[in-house]
C-alpha cells in the first residue's frame, strides 16, 4: 500500500522558510515523478514543482522559481521542499504526490498524478 505522508508545514512570517518533508513508502518509486501541489482556499490545486527519482530532473511553478528547492534522498525515501523567502500568497494546503512516469504524462498536471499525501499546511503571515 503506497503512503505519502507530508509533514513540516506552519506558521512563518513573510520572508521567512519551511522545509516540507514527504515519506514514501509501499513501492519502488525509480521510475516516477514525485511533485507537490498547493491548493488555497476558494482556489484550485495548482503544481508548485516535481522531480524525477532517477536524474533528479526537476521543474518549478515560475513564481516560486529561485525561491523553493526541490531535492530527494534516496536512502531515506523521502522528497523535500525547501522554501525560502516566503510570501503571504504561498499560503495553502500543500500536498505530496507521485506519478508512475509513462509517455505522455506530465509531472506539473495534477490529473497524472496517481497517489497522494493528505496535506500539510502553510501559513505565511505579513
Known amino acids: 500500500q503506497v503512503q505519502l505522508v507530508e509533514s513540516g508545514g506552519g506558521l512563518v512570517q513573510a520572508g521567512g522558510s519551511l522545509r516540507l518533508s514527504c515519506a514514501a513508502s509501499?513501492?519502488?518509486?525509480?521510475?516516477?515523478?514525485m511533485g507537490w501541489f498547493r491548493q488555497a482556499p476558494g482556489k484550485e490545486r495548482e503544481f508548485v514543482a516535481a522531480l524525477t527519482w532517477i536524474g533528479g530532473n526537476t521543474y518549478y511553478k515560475d513564481s516560486v522559481t529561485g525561491r523553493f528547492t526541490i531535492s530527494r534522498d534516496n536512502a531515506k525515501n523521502t522528497v523535500y521542499l525547501q522554501m525560502n523567502n516566503l510570501k503571504p500568497e504561498d499560503t495553502a494546503l500543500y500536498y505530496c504526490?507521485?506519478?508512475?512516469?509513462?509517455?505522455?504524462?506530465?509531472?506539473?498536471?495534477?490529473?497524472?498524478?496517481?497517489?497522494w499525501g493528505q496535506g500539510t499546511q502553510v501559513t505565511v503571515s505579513s
Open positions: 504526490a507521485a506519478q508512475a512516469m509513462a509517455k505522455g504524462t506530465s509531472p506539473i498536471s495534477s490529473y497524472h498524478y496517481d497517489y
Open positions: 509501499g513501492r519502488t518509486f525509480r521510475s516516477y515523478y
